[in-house]
């Protein structure tokens, strides 16, 4: 009788443990799953923001602890390098010792720990002088370190060329007015103090002051 009492009690705890070890594996399972979803969306919003990036059409290059993390096609093309073969590498080892400005800044950027900072960048191809207007930004770890760096250059040199022009333009047009105006200016002067003091002058006056209006309305 008491050997039937033990196995008894020995099923009744072995189901228990039976019991409380499904209960464990449920609670794992769920864990998983709940882990998978995580895993899922954390790729979802990576691809996401990847073609966000890969579809900007100013170059754009992010960095992780000094090597290179993600740049898109127009990084590749002011770069002149391939990413997929660059992927991982430091950003000095894939951007070129003509560019090293670029390097340089993002080095002065993860050092200062500056969130947000903008600078006119030059780079020179073909002969020909590009300028780009560069902002960059510190990414921080769960523990406030930085532990990136993301920049985007913008291509200002037309702008900054149609900024020139306007001023040679404006420089260029106010020399061209301040002739005529001085002209005008000086006889009319002229006649309103009495200068011209008999009708033959003052029709010569009249007729430079008139001159010098229709020139500047040529202008």
């Known amino acids: 009788m008491k050997d039937l009492?033990?196995?008894?009690?020995?099923?009744?705890?072995?189901?228990?443990?039976?019991a409380e070890s499904a209960d464990r594996t449920a609670q794992l399972e769920k864990q998983i799953r709940s882990l998978?979803?995580?895993?899922?969306?954390?790729?979802?919003?990576?691809?996401?923001?990847?073609?966000i990036i890969y579809s900007i059409r100013d170059a754009v290059v992010v960095d992780e602890y000094g090597?290179?993390?993600?740049?898109?096609?127009?990084?590749?093309?002011?770069?002149?390098?391939?990413?997929?073969?660059?992927?991982?590498?430091?950003?000095?080892e894939v951007i070129d010792a003509d560019k090293s400005e670029f390097v340089d800044f993002l080095n002065q950027i993860r050092q200062s720990k500056v969130r947000h900072t903008r600078r006119e960048i030059e780079f020179s191809e073909d002969g020909r002088s590009r300028t780009f207007d560069c902002i960059a930004s510190c990414v921080y770890d769960k523990n406030e370190q930085v532990c990136?760096?993301?920049?985007?250059?913008?291509?200002?040199?037309?702008?900054?060329?149609?900024?020139?022009m306007?001023?040679?333009?404006?420089?260029?047009v106010s020399h061209e007015?301040?002739?005529?105006?001085?002209?005008?200016?000086?006889?009319?002067?002229?006649?309103?103090?009495?200068?011209?003091?008999d009708e033959e002058t003052r029709k010569e006056f009249y007729?430079?002051?008139?001159?010098?209006?229709?020139?500047?309305?040529?202008?």
């Open 67 to 92: 090597k290179l993390l993600i740049a898109n096609e127009a990084a590749e093309k002011l770069f002149n390098f391939n990413f997929k073969t660059s992927k991982h590498k430091t950003i000095g």
């Open 166 to 172: 306007k001023n040679d333009f404006v420089s260029h």
């Open 148 to 164: 990136g760096v993301v920049a985007v250059l913008h291509d200002v040199t037309r702008e900054k060329e149609i900024s020139q």
């Open 177 to 197: 007015l301040k002739t005529p105006l001085a002209s005008i200016t000086a006889y009319s002067e002229m006649l309103f103090d009495g200068e011209a003091d």
């Open 207 to 219: 007729s430079v002051i008139q001159n010098q209006a229709k020139r500047l309305n040529r202008l």
């Open 5 to 18: 009492y033990l196995k008894v009690t020995g099923i009744e705890m072995l189901k228990k443990q039976l």
């Open 36 to 51: 998978k979803v995580q895993v899922q969306l954390s790729q979802k919003q990576k691809r996401n923001t990847e073609a």
